[in-house]
Structures are given as C-alpha cells and as structure tokens.
Antibody, heavy 123, light 111 residues
Framework: EVQLLESGGGLVQPGGSLRLSCAASGFTFSSYAMSWVRQAPGKGLEWVSAISGSGGSTYYADSVKGRFTISRDNSKNTLYLQMNSLRAEDTAVYYC????????????????WGQGTLVTVSS | QSVLTQPPSVSGAPGQRVTISCTGSSSNIGAGYDVHWYQQLPGTAPKLLIYGNSNRPSGVPDRFSGSKSGTSASLAISGLQAEDEADYYCQSYDSSLSGSVFGGGTKLTVL
C-alpha cells in the first residue's frame, strides 16, 4: 500500500525558513517522480514543484522559484521541500504527491497524495 | 484567477446526473495536454478520479466519466449519491507557464 507522510509544518515568521519532509513507503521510491502541491485555507489547489526519480531534474511554479528547493534522498525514501524567504501568501497545507509512470515529471498528474502538513507564515 | 475555469458550485438530487466543466485556452487544454480530475472530500487530501481525459483509476466507480473537446473538458457524475458531495478539481499543463495548473474547484452539493 502506497503511503506518503508529510511532516515539518508549523508557524514561522515572514522571511523565515522551514523544511518539509515526506516519507514514502509501499513503492520503489527512486523509480517515481514526485511533487508538492499546496492549498491555502479555504482555497483551491496550486502546484508548487516537481522532481524526477533520480533527483536530477527539478521544476517550480513561478510563485516559489528562487525561494523553494525540492530535493529527495532515495536511500531514505524521503522527499523534501526547503522553503526560504517565506511570505504570508505561502500559508497553506502542503501535500506531497506521487507521479505515476504513465505521466511525465514535466506534464504530471498525481495518483497518490499524503495527508498534508500545515505551514502558517505570520508574525 | 485560475488558468482553468470551473463553476464555483453545482448541485443535483440523488440519482441525477451532473456535469462539471473545465475551460482552458490554447496554451493548455487546447494545446492537446491531458486533463485530470480530483475529488476532495471535506477535510481530506485530494484523490485522483480521472486521468488522461477519460480514464478511471482502479476502484473509481464507472458513475464518474471524463471527456475533452477543444479548449474544454468535462466531468460527469451519474446516479448521484450523498457520498459524492465534495470539491472537484481539474488539472492540466500550461505551456506558457511551464507548469501544472489547476482549476479553481467546484463544490458539488447533493440535495
């Protein structure tokens, strides 16, 4: 059974940093591209970033480019999102999501989602 | 303002059929990129409902169907049930933005 478990969310001041983690199990983690998708309170879904199975290719939404960094440790079956220079508008539940083989990391869809971790940016 | 436009809400009585539209442009749906649909029950993570315009993952009832034409796509739900009450999102790729895009979401109310 595929399981994705996010952690690392919390309250951070504007301009601060936070690192999210997503522990994966139930599939061969290194064989699949992964992504982060966020949802502001009461709002819709927004794609944030994606990474290839090897970690060699990364992609970002314009809203986070230059501030967020996606990475993975395939030896630990874990996906990360390093978030710097955080803004109030980054407040959201952050979901990690698996990209199936039928899709590509550049034109993905998401077949499994974690339960999400809440990031609140406020002073 | 979402790149993909969905109606904010739709409703229907149990047993009825409803459709949810997803309107894009020449840089996303109209460019031939696939459309995918997700169901988000209250307080839970999204769940993949339809992929590649019209394909259902294993376990999704055949009451759910998807279609695409031109710059738009649609999700149809037949035999509406109370458990279908949820938010529904379409998703595609946009070449102008070089990234995935979601619709703003549609809240389905079962009357």
């Amino acid at each position: 059974e595929v399981q994705l478990l996010e952690s690392g969310g919390g309250l951070v001041q504007p301009g601060g940093s936070l690192r999210l983690s997503c522990a994966a199990s139930g599939f061969t983690f290194s064989s699949y591209a992964m992504s982060w998708v966020r949802q502001a309170p009461g709002k819709g879904l927004e794609w944030v970033s994606a990474i290839s199975g090897s970690g060699g290719s990364t992609y970002y939404a314009d809203s986070v480019k230059g501030r967020f960094t996606i990475s993975r440790d395939n030896s630990k079956n874990t996906l990360y999102l390093q978030m710097n220079s955080l803004r109030a508008e980054d407040t959201a539940v952050y979901y990690c999501a698996k990209i199936p083989h039928y899709a590509t990391v550049t034109t993905p869809y998401f077949d499994y989602w974690g339960q999400g971790t809440l990031v609140t940016v406020s002073s | 303002q979402s790149v993909l436009t969905q109606p904010p809400s739709v409703s229907g009585a149990p047993g009825q059929r409803v459709t949810i539209s997803c309107t894009g442009s020449s840089s996303n749906i109209g460019a031939g990129y696939d459309v995918h649909w997700y169901q988000q029950l209250p307080g839970t993570a999204p769940k993949l409902l339809i992929y590649g315009n019209s394909n259902r993952p294993s376990g999704v009832p055949d009451r759910f169907s998807g279609s695409k034409s031109g710059t738009s796509a649609s999700l149809a739900i037949s035999g509406l049930q109370a458990e279908d009450e949820a938010d529904y999102y379409c998703q595609s790729y946009d070449s102008s933005l070089s990234g995935s895009v979601f619709g703003g979401g549609t809240k389905l109310t079962v009357l």
